[in-house]
């Protein structure tokens, strides 16, 4: 195990050793340029993979879209992306593995947020439970995620649909 304390890779300096994972990897705390401390492992820090504690990709959020940060639907675009694409996501072996895509106009999140707004997405207030807050959810589940094929129902909704698709198929 290689000690991390006081290296620094790109705005991360490691500060203390944290723990060991269950695949044997040794994760850090380090101290970001910002002042916020994260958590990461090592490897991660030597290949270039962690470079801030996600400072820097707030930071270009905010000047790319001039939204929020902390906009909840930034998060749906960015893990709906996340699952169809990288391959380290957990649910990739249910979403990408088996074809399902994003439409390319969805790359871009400015075109995906007006669709959202214009299709029935309602920002959730700092009350909503999480059951009413709004999920993204695919009309025919064999086909990609494209306006035509997408339309807006709360989690609770979400988890019913599934609930009763899987009931359907035994």
């Known amino acids: 195990m290689k000690n991390e304390i006081g290296n620094r890779y790109g705005k991360l300096t ?11 990897n040794a994760y850090w705390k380090c101290v970001c340029d910002c002042g916020l401390t994260t958590v990461t492992s090592g490897t991660y820090l030597r290949k270039g993979h962690t470079t801030s504690c996600g400072c820097t990709k707030r930071e270009h959020f905010k000047k790319t879209h001039g939204y929020s940060d902390s906009e909840p639907l930034y998060g749906v675009w960015e893990q709906m992306r996340s699952r169809c694409n990288n391959a380290n996501n957990p649910r990739y072996s249910t979403y990408g ?60 909704e979400n988890s019913k649909y599934k609930h009763e698709c899987h009931a359907n198929q035994t």
Do not use: L, Q
């Open 97 to 156: 593995a088996n074809g399902i895509t994003v439409c390319k106009e969805w790359d871009d999140y400015d075109t995906f947020r007006k669709w959202a707004f214009e299709n029935g997405y309602k920002a959730p207030g700092a009350n909503t439970p999480k059951k009413e807050r709004m999920s993204i959810d695919r009309i025919d589940p064999s086909k990609r995620y494209e306006p035509d094929n997408c339309r807006w129902i709360t989690v609770s």
């Open 14 to 24: 490691g500060v203390a050793f944290d723990h060991i994972s269950k695949s044997k």
